[in-house]
């Protein structure tokens, strides 16, 4: 069996393949050290470009498994992209649960900074004034609602549930899980925003959800509710978000995802003083590649042996 690999991967992957495995390495430009016509499994570095992903489709078209260490594959299912893998009957398999261990303890993070006013204490600190009075508040009691329950919806959960915040959640396919007091259906978790003091965004970005937080959410928010996106940035209408933002519908947003990555400096984002931007970055652990390597060996291993694969994305939904 021969398996393309990325250059930046490759050889940490390598010597955890079987020895009847033979590898074809490919840059991120979409150039191969070798013939990769007969190759059936491809394993993809992050985000991989459309044009690229099309070099790499025509070199090989033998290929049969994609994995790509992304959980969110909206880059790769892209119309066109899509229409290829339903007719070339490509499996395609995600990162899902790689990242959901760090992106939940980003997520209480931006919990406890907004609830302890860290952002304030540490302008503080820089200035050498002593001041009391905050409205610090406790997390116990609060309500959590995570609009998107799968693998980080879930760790997230758990670590809430923690510090004894009551957690509710969404999901396309509702049922009930551990560290949830309740788990409703797509089309229900608007009804439980104005109980949340919390939001958090973690729903795939797919043809479905792409502006999902519009302005009629927002304006569900209670005015002390703190929103938090740690998944795409288009999955919220954006200008919606910063009328809601600069007009104080609520108290503000930590927002790890935007839709036009890096940033521009001119974003009004920046400058808002009740938003906390960060650069993409909550999923980034010095843990990741070896969860993503493990994850990969054994679904090869499924592979070979016509096991069913982990992960495998619904092509038509995206995700």
Sequence with gaps: MKIILPTDLAADIEPHLPPNTAVVRVDTDGNFDGDASDAEVYFSWYLVKSHILDKILAAAPRIRWHHAPNAGVN?????????????????????????????????????LAHAKHLRELYALQAEHYWKRGFNIQELKGSTLLIIGAGHIGQEIAARAQAFGIRVLGSRRHPQALPNFEKVVG????????PEA????IATPLTKDTKGLIDEAALRLLRPSAYLINIARGAVVDEPALLKALGEGWFAGAALD??????????SPFWSLPNVFVTPHCTAHSPRTKERTIALFIDN??????????????DKEAGY
Excluded: C, K
């Design 75 to 111: 880059h790769i299912l892209t119309p066109t992209h899509t229409a290829i893998y339903l007719e070339r009957d490509i499996i395609l398999t995600n990162g899902a649960g790689v990242h959901a261990i760090p992106i939940a303890e980003f997520v209480i993070t931006f919990i």
């Design 186 to 193: 797509a089309d229900e978790w608007r009804s439980l925003l």
């Design 197 to 200: 003091d919390y939001v958090v």
């Design 257 to 266: 995802t935007l839709v036009t990555e890096p940033l521009p400096p001119e």
């Design 300 to 313: 090869l291993r499924r592979y070979q042996m016509g096991q069913p694969l982990r992960n495998v994305v």
